[in-house]
């Protein structure tokens, strides 16, 4: 890599040619406060928080967008600097609603952080203060305009990364703000719900509906039989809330803690993901042998499903019929659990633990409720489950050993890895190249590498006996639009595809711990959580979805078989058109 | 489409003229500010039914020319009516009772600031100083100028438009 030699407070050394002067002060152990910058996805230097002074350039320049060259000096914390980012932070400030006291991104805000750093003792300048209308009407999403610094990265996140363009920078001037069009709620757009945009806020104007109240009182009250189940991607990032390492697993402590909040009992959601793969593993084997519709395209992440129900109709048919995990568990709940345990299906109350925000959309779909009750009864962020954690006041990372409830708490490996991207692909070839293949794979075969990792889209050809199954994944909403597109123009062709809402999959959805945009400049927590997400499948005995036991006992005691008219009846579903801005108003 | 009850009533000729214009730009870079700019010309101004259609057909995202019409004070989302009453809210007109007489044009009118009534016959717009600060408070109709208003006045200077 070419070098070049510069002096940045004084200190004289070498970067790489491509850095910005804000890489080069960080590798160098200089902070520079930022605001609008996010690596990799807005890097569009408006904010001018980072300002420096570059020796021979006539104003300040911002160091997130600022190339090195040789011989560049730079002084990073210069009167004229620190004055310069003090007014700035002081302006977006003047007008803020700055209510940390009752704001839920107190402690993990980096405009909160800024004013801290910054030194900022008293606000010179007399804002004028407005009071915009809160959007929450989404079950999902609440946008709050008052406490927005327009940094424009949720904007980024949703029409560059996500391809979807939900929302934009509307108005001039004082009125600029970051909104759907017309004003509309984000409840009558486009939105798909995934929450990433939540991941990138800096700040507390955009947020997950908070539905903990009501588990609050579902717990408190002694008719219900209050159930909960946590997706895999939950174990691999809860630790991050309570201060633990990115990547750390910490599935034994949110049992722990579940329990301690009172649940009636705690299920993993991995055993209905197992249920998924046959489902989902015997739909792809009859749609290849019957000349049915393909490629088939998973249907687990609902964010992606509304996606496609917004923009690619045409592919509604390609879709999976099978219910997302959790769902195809609700239904099991009120149905089979509360025949064997002699309980009202009525007095079940299931809350998800997921990594999503678009659950909480998917949860109250009507079609979403085949036992006559909704499936599942509130969805719960990994963000929310933590809040619950500390207002119980329970020590989370001092906690016994606590192991999911049976019969309903074994998960297999294949299970475990839906949470990242690639997830669901691996777990459905171990399942359909056994069945497909006449013989059982061993452990060393059954990780299939070409479909892991973080590349956008990521292609395989699998051999399966002498058939051989072509195969694409996706993660991002932004590569989903590219991979449909091929499919489209028919420039390519599979039997079975999988699309996933966020980039990297769960295990960095919407309802994820946020982490600061300095965090997220060294470390890839998609990487860093699928990491962990492998390691807990490679700790389990059971790693295909097909040898769970409690999978075999269901459709021994229950379903029958895979794609039985029991199983169609409870596990899978159908999907609708939306129309993208409706015109009646 | 929303426009098939805009104010002026005649739509299905200028979806047509629509389509012509979004033609005429669709292949050339930076073509939204112009197809703007002309579907303004033709509708009188961009409702949502408009910019749906152009993003559409130029897979624009409609998010993303909301912000444009919004950003540029030539584009507008309200229409206009065949006679456009613009009321100066400058300081003068303010301090001499311009309130007022916005107070009497909605109540007679039926409409809010900024609306057109539903036969597509008035609108009403608040506007800057128009440099007639000796005629306050002052309201212009189309080009006509009307100063030194008594709120009593109003109902007499619409009724000349009534049935024109
Ligand atoms: S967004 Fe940050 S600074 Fe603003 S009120 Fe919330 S915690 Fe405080
Ligand atoms: S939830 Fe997703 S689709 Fe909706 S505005 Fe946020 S990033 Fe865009
Ligand atoms: S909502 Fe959040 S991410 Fe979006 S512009 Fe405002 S502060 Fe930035
Ligand atoms: S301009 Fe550099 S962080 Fe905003």
Known sequence: MEMVNITIDNRKLQVPKDYTVLEAARYANIAIPTLCFLKDINEIGACRMCVVEIKGARSLQAACVYPVSEGLVINTKSPAVREARKVTLELILSNHDRKCLTCVRSRNCELQKLAEELNIKDIRFEGE?????????????VRDPNKCVLCRRCVSMCKNIQGVAAIDTNERGFKTIVSPAFNKSLNEVP????????????????????????????????????????????RVALGEEFGMPIGTRVTSNMIAALRRLGFNKVFDTDTAADLTIMEEGTELINRIKNGGKLPLITSCSPGWIKFCEHNYPEFLDNLSTCKSPHQMFGAVLKSYYAEKMGIDPAKIFVVSIMPCTAKKFEAQRPELSSTGYPDVDVVLTTRELARMIREAGIDFTNLPERYFDDPMGKGSGAGVIFGATGGVMEAALRTVAEILGGKPIDDDSLEYNEVRGVKGIKEAS??????TLKAAV?????????LLDRIKAGEAEYHFVEIMACPGGC????????????VRSWIDLRRERAAAIYEEDRSLSIRKSHEN??????????FGEPGSHKAHELLHTHYTKRENYPENK | MEANNCCCGCVDEKAQKLQEIIEKYKNTKGALIPVLHEAQELYGYLPLSVQKKISEELDIPLTEIYGVVTFYT???????????????????CYVKGAEKILEKLQEKLGIHVGDCTEDGKFSIEACRCIGACGLAPVMMINDEVYGRLTPDQIEGILDKYKDM
């Open chain 1, 462 to 467: 699998i051999k399966i006996g002498d058939f």
């Open chain 2, 74 to 92: 030539q584009f507008t989302l309200k229409p206009k009516g065949r006679y456009n009453i613009q009321l100066c809210m400058g300081t003068a």
């Open chain 1, 474 to 482: 996706a993660h991002g909403l932004g590569n989903a639009r590219r």
């Open chain 1, 129 to 141: 203060t407005y009071k915009l209308p809160l959007d929450n009407f989404s079950p999902s999403i």
């Open chain 1, 191 to 234: 939105c798909t719900m995934c929450g990433q945009c939540i991941n990138v806020c800096p700040v507390g104007a955009l947020r997950e509906k908070d539905d903990t109240d009501k588990v609050w009182q579902a717990l408190e009250n002694p008719d219900l039989y209050v159930i909960a189940q946590t997706a895999p991607a939950v």
């Open chain 1, 549 to 558: 036991p409690a999978v075999k006992m269901l459709y021994s005691e229950y």
């Open chain 1, 507 to 518: 295990v960095n959805g919407g309802g994820q711990p946020i982490q600061p945009s300095e």
